[in-house]
């Protein structure tokens, strides 16, 4: 009686090369265990490596070339923490040549002492009665004038009476945590002559806490 002997043949690490495995052929299955949350990327010298899961909050950045790329802390400079708006639709008239409130505030309490504020006022319409005078409008933190909004309908024309929009925008550095009220006044240069603003539109000022 003749005798079969049956070989089994043994596939070695040499045989499998890339152009036998076939494509899509490797499952997720087929993966070695990881953490959950990592990422898999590439060392300097090319070889796949599992970047560290980082904590909640935390943002991917890159750490330049040779260096995987990391979770870290965003950065908290620039953002905008939050965001105050102040509305007046009143119509406020004056001949002084001193300046009175238009009766557009609003009140900011920033969150750090570093913090910039980012004044935006709208007027809407302002408009003076004569021609021989002019409108100073100054935007006050507190009661501390902080930026001149403008010279508004300047004595330049015949015509008795002038509308324009005033408008402006600072960058504020409060350097407080305790709330701080933005607002805005108004004078006439010529103190005879009347000047107004709101004039039945609504003026706005927007405070824009940004994070240091």
């Known amino acids: 009686m003749a005798i ?16 036998k495995v076939t494509d899509n052929a490797i499952t997720l299955a087929k993966m070695a265990s990881g953490t959950d949350g990592n990422i898999i990327s590439y060392d300097a010298s090319g ?4 970047i560290a899961t980082g904590n909640n909050g935390q943002i991917l950045t ?19 923490l939050q965001v105050i708006q102040g509305t007046a639709t009143s119509t406020v008239s004056s001949s002084a040549n001193t300046f009175i409130d238009t009766g557009l505030s609003a009140a900011i309490t920033p969150s750090a002492s570093n913090s910039k504020v980012l004044v935006l006022v709208a007027h809407g319409d302002v408009d003076k009665r004569s021609s021989d005078t002019s409108m100073g409008i100054n935007l006050l933190r507190g009661s501390t004038d902080i ?5 508004a ?10 509308r324009c929009s005033a408008s402006g925008v600072f960058l504020d550095s409060p350097n407080t ?18 000047v ?5 539109s609504t003026m706005t000022i927007t405070l824009m806490e940004i994070g240091a």
């Open 4 to 19: 079969i002997k049956v070989i089994t043949p043994s596939v070695t690490d040499a045989n499998i090369t890339t152009a």
């Open 62 to 80: 890159s750490t330049g070339a040779g260096s995987p790329p990391a979770f870290e802390t965003a950065a908290a400079g620039g953002k905008v």
């Open 177 to 194: 945590t305790n709330a701080t009220t933005y607002k805005t006044q108004f004078k006439s240069a010529s103190g005879s002559a009347d």
């Open 153 to 162: 309908l300047n004595n330049t024309g015949s015509s008795i009476e002038q």
């Open 47 to 50: 070889n796949p490596v599992a």
């Open 147 to 151: 930026y001149v909004l403008g010279n």
């Open 196 to 200: 107004r603003v709101g004039n039945g």
